[in-house]
């Protein structure tokens, strides 16, 4: 199997788990209905934790731009193999979402809040707020990159890393989890996101573009600083691409809470006049 082909194939295995326990858990007439964030953090530790297993031997079992970019960044990975390895995961990510939504066939019929069903495939914030929103997913990806190459220096038994990376996802999605539904991924989002946009899901709504740069942005910038940190203290290799990070990091995200501070100002203009 080729390194592209574990890609895409890791991938697509992750959303499968991890979107699917979303569909279980969210849609009518489902036995899992109901059965809460526990079951889907789990669902998703577990996704990780099997795509890990499954292809880590032909690609690395990245399955994650964030962790791509991250790994180039830090001279651990070839730029060259970049582009590769993201459109991989993106196809990967959309062929599992669209097995998913086969999977569910019947249960769409029976759903009927459009935001239910673009949360199967996609994340979106528990209060919107562009800038705290896309810090939330900048801390999510530093601890998880940070966390992945520290678990990665220690020891273990003979494949038991992916295991305790699964945790570490299950980790993650039950302390920072909630606010965003916790993407930590550019792939995991955007490639179930475009195949919502593109099945036809009976009463699928909108695919909130307006959200989709949040679990894209975030996550680059998390991931970036995350290995470029371990490098810093772990390894006392420190970088001045740190300090571009961190200055890239500071700047978007003061950027973005002007944009929304100044969007909240003129609602409120609009609302006194009217």
């Known amino acids: 199997m080729s390194p592209f082909l574990g890609e895409l194939v890791g991938t697509a295995l992750l959303i499968i788990f991890g979107a699917g326990v979303c569909a279980g858990v ?13 079951v889907i953090t789990m669902g998703w530790g577990l996704a990780v934790a099997v795509a890990a297993y499954a292809v880590g031997k032909y690609s690395g079992a990245h399955l994650n731009p964030a962790l791509t970019v991250a790994l180039a960044l ?19 990510a959309m062929a599992g979402a669209t097995v998913v939504y086969l999977h569910y066939w019947p249960h769409w019929k029976e759903t009927d809040d459009p935001a239910v069903k673009l949360g ?14 896309l810090l939330s997913e900048i ?16 020891r273990f038994a003979d494949g038991l890393n992916p295991f305790v990376v699964g945790f ?30 593109l099945l036809p899901i009976p009463g699928k709504g909108s695919s909130n573009w307006s959200y989709a740069w949040v679990p894209i942005v975030g996550p680059l910038l998390g991931g970036a600083l995350g290995s470029l940190v371990y490098k810093a203290l772990f390894l006392g290799k420190a ?36």
């Open 26 to 38: 969210n849609l009518k007439k489902s036995y899992a209905a109901n059965s809460g964030w526990i």
């Open 120 to 133: 199967v495939f996609a994340t979106g914030p528990a209060v919107p707020n562009p800038a705290a929103n």
């Open 139 to 154: 801390i999510g990806t530093f601890v998880l990159v940070l966390a992945i190459l520290a678990i990665g220096a220690n």
């Open 239 to 274: 970088s001045p691409a740190l300090w571009g990070a961190l200055i890239a990091a500071a700047a978007v995200l003061a950027g973005v809470g002007m944009v929304h501070r100044k969007e909240r100002e003129s609602a409120a203009a609009e609302r006194r006049s009217a």
């Open 74 to 92: 830090s001279g651990d990975f070839p730029w060259g193999d970049v582009p590769m390895y993201v459109i991989a995961q993106v196809l990967g």
């Open 168 to 197: 570490l996802i299950v980790a993650i999605g039950l302390s920072l989890g909630g606010t965003t539904g916790y993407a930590i991924n550019p792939a995991r989002d955007f490639g179930p996101r475009l195949a919502h946009f």
